[in-house]
């Protein structure tokens, strides 16, 4: 009889058997200890989310074996259409807790929902974080995808830092010792390695060279050859940046589930993460500028086939870049798409400031942010106060408008030009619809 | 006196064109079109700061009168969103009924040496469709970018920057009225930093004005204030070799202070000449030419965080070769 999967047999039953997040478990756990007291927090959802492999599933069922809660579980291989999430989720998120046994809702791989197959099932999932009054836990592995945004805004975000090899090493050897078994280190150091800080997949290889005998380096040479399905982002970067051949940086790039204009978004966040060497860091962006160069030229003319160059720009051209050692830092998340995310109603402030000055002073937003704006700041920030009044009794601006041109000082601005509308009684019909604005500021 | 107080650059804007300070060979041949109530496609091109759009409003109001607004569709290529939008707009306008006695209503597309070279195309197509009821203003910084089958469709007008005199001299009409106290070398050292461009000149001081007495000081300070720190901070960090933190003052601008590219590029390249940046002679000229390199790759349509990043590692670099 073939014997149960490691991975489910050496699932850690007790939180801290789970290697490493330190700060995740610390997280969750004062999460759950709020929805445990009766006042469930603000935000009904967690969202964990981090490399494959790295205990995010895990840490959640050994909380729920720890605290003795019930769990309902959905994975990728279910469906997740909105008429089976009704059925089953929506059902359990309004039930309340049975004998105050808490029940925790978790949904796995939300970032594999299709938004096609799986049709309407994210926006259903959102409302349902609203109003649940259960505990939902998800997990992802790439959370900034556009579509899992509402989502990512109802959810407390909570990160899985990836796996040090060292410490994929003493988990097999954990493992070993339980399964009675004779483990070369250096074989499980070639395992660990060729599973870059994925724990599951790395224990399934581990099983896999087991059933044929001793696992001694030879066997692990010939068995594991690293995965030849299609690489999520993590195993892209990693492959990517650590690829010796040229061959092998290719088949990351190619082979990557992620497409081509986002993982160049990722490789350009984690250059400077992996090479420190000033040497290396130019090598590297020349090569991905020029990939971006010539994925313009191919959108511009159609010529499609030119891809097989971009491909071997961000690959090969960025893998050997490196004559120095690669960085141990850690992969990280592509800042520009989260700062963008995180500065999203500032910058909608800035636009509509823009569209407002550019209708009356005859020009695009363009110019208006360039030519008009920086003066304008100038005025509001240094310029006298009194200026700044005036000006703002001119236009219409809104109160955002005028905290983003003034800054701190957006409610002494405001207070000043309520005062000298007031020694003024002129025109006071047609300045009422300006008014709306300021008057936030001085309720 | 008013406790509403507009831009400088609105308040002030010549309504006519018999206001209009310079450019008077354009005025006086526009004149004529106003005269005969009737004018062919037109091209207006110059420097920004010098008119142009300003001389299609003024010409629109002495065409249709105070009124003139609902008779003029005003576009700007760079806000709208490509020509499809155009088009749906120039249909729905043409649709509309024209003015007593003046037989067109006029379309003023500014910006349009923004648009592609297809749109540009699809551009002179809307404009034979549309000929019977519109008038096309088409306005550009730079003709060249004009194709030719448009540039052959329109009367072509030049706009110059502005002399030193009609900026001083106006500059000087504006802060009489306005009484702001300045020193004659003040209004000068604007005009220097304008090159000619009087939206530039008018912002400067009425931004030195509200800082106190407008002074060459006063006018450098309000100039120094107004460029972001963070361009200058960027190349400094990254001639260090401090990488990341010179993209973090780059994603500052892109991101919060809402900057293009291209704006960043043409921002550094004024910074390159500037004594204030200390770096050996030889080097400005090699950065001048590959910021040149990016500003190019970047209007082909390449990724602009990428290639302004990729600017910076070779700043890293050179800066690590300079200290050796």
């Given at each position: 009889m073939k014997e149960l999967p490691w991975i489910v047999k050496h699932r850690p039953k007790r939180v801290d058997e789970v290697v490493d997040q330190e700060e995740a478990k610390r997280e969750i756990g004062l999460w759950l200890e709020a929805w445990l007291k009766g006042s469930p927090p603000r935000e009904k959802g967690?969202?964990?989310?981090?490399?494959?492999?790295?205990?995010?599933?895990?840490l959640v069922e050994a909380f729920v074996k720890e605290r003795d809660l019930e769990l309902l579980e959905l994975n990728a291989s279910d469906s997740r259409r909105r008429e089976e999430l009704e059925r089953i989720v929506g059902v359990a998120a309004a039930r309340r807790p049975l004998r105050k046994r808490l029940m925790v809702i978790l949904m796995d791989e939300v970032d594999g929902i299709d938004p096609r197959a799986d049709e309407g099932g994210i926006e259903f999932l959102a409302s349902v974080l609203e109003r649940t009054v259960n505990p939902i836990i998800m997990t992802a592995n790439d959370?900034?995808?556009?579509?899992?945004?509402?989502?990512?805004?109802?959810?407390?975000?909570?990160?899985?830092?990836?796996?040090?090899?060292?410490?994929?090493?003493?988990?097999?050897?954990?493992?070993?010792?339980?399964?009675?078994?004779?483990?070369?280190?250096?074989?499980?150091?070639?395992?660990?390695?060729?599973?870059r800080g994925d724990a599951r997949a790395a224990i399934n290889d581990l099983q896999a060279v087991a059933e044929r005998g001793e696992v001694r380096l030879e066997l692990v040479e010939k068995l594991v050859k690293g995965r030849e399905k299609s690489l999520d982002i993590w195993r892209t970067l990693s492959e990517l940046f650590y690829a010796e051949e040229g061959w092998r940086a290719k088949r990351a790039v190619t082979q990557s589930e992620e497409d081509y204009e986002s993982l160049m978004a990722w490789i350009n966040d984690n250059i400077p993460k992996k090479y420190k060497d000033p040497e290396d860091l130019y090598r590297a962006y020349d090569a991905l500028a020029r990939a971006s160069l010539m994925l313009s030229r191919a959108k511009a003319t159609g010529e499609w086939s030119f891809l097989r160059?971009?491909?071997?720009?961000?690959?090969?051209?960025?893998?050997?870049?490196?004559?120095?050692?690669?960085?141990?830092?850690?992969?990280?998340?592509?800042?520009?798409?989260?700062?963008?995310?995180?500065?999203?109603?500032?910058?909608?402030?800035?636009?509509?400031?823009?569209?407002?000055?550019?209708?009356?002073l005859l020009t695009s937003k363009a110019t208006v942010k360039t030519e008009v704006l920086p003066y304008l700041f100038v005025i509001f920030r240094q310029g006298s106060p009194e200026a700044a009044a005036k000006l703002t009794l001119g236009y219409p601006f809104s109160s955002e408008m005028l905290k983003l041109l003034a800054g701190a000082r957006a409610s002494e601005i405001a207070a000043l030009a309520e005062k000298l509308r007031g020694t003024k009684g002129e025109g006071r019909r047609e300045e009422k619809r300006e008014r709306r604005g300021l008057d936030k500021f001085l309720m | 006196m008013s406790v509403k107080e507009l831009l400088?650059?609105?308040?002030?804007?010549?309504?006519?064109?018999?206001?209009?300070?310079?450019?008077?060979?354009?005025?006086?041949?526009?004149k004529l079109f106003v005269k005969e109530k009737n004018i062919p496609h037109l091209l207006f091109a110059g420097p920004p700061?010098?008119?142009?759009?300003?001389?299609?409003?003024?010409?629109?109001?002495?065409?249709?009168?105070?009124?003139?607004?609902?008779?003029?569709?005003?576009?700007?290529?760079?806000?709208?969103?490509?020509?499809?939008?155009?088009?749906?707009?120039?249909?729905?306008?043409?649709?509309?009924?024209?003015?007593?006695g003046i037989p067109f209503k006029i379309v003023l597309l500014d910006e349009s040496d923004n648009m592609t070279a297809d749109a540009q195309q699809a551009l002179r197509r809307l404009m034979e469709l549309y000929t019977a009821s519109t008038r096309f203003i088409l306005i550009a910084n730079y003709p060249s970018k004009i194709i030719d089958p448009l540039q052959s469709r329109c009367a072509f007008f030049r706009f110059v920057a502005l002399s030193r005199e009609d900026v001083v001299g106006r500059l000087k009409y504006i802060a009489e009225l306005e009484n702001v106290e300045y020193e004659e070398e003040a209004l000068d050292a604007i005009y220097d930093i304008s090159e000619g461009d009087m939206r530039k000149a008018i912002n400067v001081l009425q931004a030195a004005a509200s800082l106190g007495k407008v002074t060459v000081n006063s006018v450098y300070r309000a100039v120094g204030l107004a460029r972001p720190r963070e361009v200058r901070?960027?190349?400094?960090?990254?001639?260090?070799?401090?990488?990341?933190?010179?993209?973090?003052?780059?994603?500052?601008?892109?991101?919060?202070?809402?900057l293009s590219g291209e704006d960043v590029v043409k921002q550094m390249h004024r910074e390159v000449f500037s004594s204030e940046l200390k770096i050996p002679e030889e080097h400005r000229v090699l950065i001048a030419d590959y910021i040149g390199e990016i500003h190019f790759r970047i209007t082909e349509g390449s990724d602009d965080d990428i290639q302004l990043s990729a600017l910076l590692a070779w700043l890293s670099l050179l800066g690590k070769r300079a200290r050796r």
């Open positions: 967690l969202l964990l989310y981090g490399p494959p492999g790295v205990g995010k599933t895990s959370p900034w995808k556009e579509s899992l945004r509402p989502l990512r805004e109802r959810s407390k975000l909570v990160a899985f830092r990836e796996l040090t090899e060292a410490q994929v090493v003493t988990l097999l050897q954990s493992i070993c010792e339980k399964e009675r078994l004779k483990c070369d280190k250096e074989a499980l150091g070639l395992i660990a390695r060729r599973n160059y971009v491909f071997d720009l961000m690959g090969p051209g960025v893998a050997l870049a490196k004559k120095g050692e690669v960085s141990k830092e850690r992969f990280s998340f592509p800042e520009r798409i989260r700062a963008m995310a995180e500065t999203k109603s500032m910058r909608e402030v800035r636009e509509e400031l823009a569209a407002l000055l550019a209708k009356r | 400088w650059v609105e308040k002030y804007r010549p309504r006519t064109l018999s206001e209009v300070v310079n450019q008077r060979e354009v005025v006086e041949r526009l700061g010098t008119g142009k759009t300003t001389v299609a409003h003024a010409l629109a109001r002495e065409l249709y009168g105070e009124n003139y607004i609902q008779h003029l569709l005003e576009l700007n290529a760079s806000d709208e969103r490509g020509i499809d939008t155009i088009r749906n707009k120039v249909k729905e306008f043409a649709r509309s009924r024209t003015a007593p901070e960027m190349l400094e960090l990254a001639l260090a070799g401090k990488f990341e933190e010179a993209r973090k003052a780059l994603r500052k601008l892109m991101i919060e202070y809402g």
